[in-house]
């Protein structure tokens, strides 16, 4: 049981990244797979989420139009892809798996609701 986040780095403003989120040992589409960030000396929160099944999607407010979460079940890997990044988009982003099978991201996720977390990839906004 793994999750493996890649694809972190440094951007200019503006600029774009692709996150990765490969995952072992899940039929990922059976379950919903979320996005959380965390910035130095701010609480974590979540950023965007796939649902299982249909895989519809939900993002926090201060991503939205701007970040598109995907998921290729052949690959067994969840994407994030983060365009007209910002420096307030600093952080540590960390993709996390639900507790439950056929599971629905809802309003806003909690992380209490995802047991299974990979280790994380940085990504850093400036100039």
């Known amino acids: 049981l793994q999750l493996v986040e890649s694809g972190g780095g440094l951007v200019q403003p503006g600029g774009s990244l692709r996150l990765s989120c490969a995952i072992s040992?899940?039929?990922?589409?059976?379950?919903?797979i979320a996005w959380f960030r965390q910035a130095p000396g701010k609480e974590r929160e979540w950023v965007s989420c796939?649902?299982?099944?249909?895989?519809?999607?939900n993002y926090a407010d201060s991503v939205r139009g701007r970040f598109q979460a995907s998921r290729d079940n052949a690959k067994d890997t969840v994407y994030l892809q983060m365009n007209t990044l910002q420096p307030e988009d600093t952080a540590a982003y960390y993709c996390?798996?639900?507790?439950?099978?056929?599971?629905?991201?809802?309003?806003?996720?909690?992380?209490?609701?995802?047991?299974?977390w990979g280790q994380g990839t940085q990504v850093t906004v400036s100039s």
């Open positions: 040992g899940f039929t990922i589409n059976m379950y919903a």
């Open positions: 996390a798996l639900h507790r439950f099978t056929w599971s629905a991201c809802g309003s806003e996720p909690k992380a209490n609701e995802y047991p299974y």
């Open positions: 796939i649902s299982s099944g249909d895989g519809g999607t």
